[in-house]
């Protein structure tokens, strides 16, 4: 069993930046940051595999976001750069522990997840 503690965001004027952290309590794989708006689905931003050499961006973020992991601390980190407006959402850390086929961007993949922290981006 591994748990994901988040830290990290709340409110933040558009255009600015805020950075997310995701703790995990033991060894994972594959690591992702997923959000979802209020009313929305829960969708996919980013996933750092463990070594760093795959690294995976959803399209709309147009570069403004940047994961990055310190496995020495079991940590995963979501940079946030020029929010807007609609990045107001719930993110949620996600972890993979055990392999299977699912995609990086589709929440099946994840074994374990965050308790999810709210970011406000207002306008």
């Known amino acids: 069993q591994v748990q994901l503690v988040q830290s990290g965001g709340g409110l933040v004027q558009a255009g600015g930046s805020l950075r997310l952290s995701c703790a995990a309590s033991?060894?994972?794989?594959?690591m992702a940051w997923f959000r979802q708006a209020p009313g929305k689905q829960r969708q996919f931003v980013a996933f750092?595999?463990?070594?760093?050499?795959?690294?995976y961006y959803a399209d709309f973020l147009k570069g403004r976001f940047t994961i990055s992991r310190d496995n020495a601390k079991n940590t995963v980190y979501l940079q946030m750069n020029s929010q807007d407006p609609e990045g107001t959402a719930v993110y949620y850390c996600a972890a993979q522990v055990k392999t299977n086929g699912a995609a990086y961007y589709d929440a099946l993949r994840y074994d374990y997840w965050g308790q999810g922290t709210h970011v406000t981006a207002s306008a």
């Open positions: 750092n595999s463990r070594s760093g050499s795959k690294t």
């Open positions: 033991g060894r994972t794989e594959g």
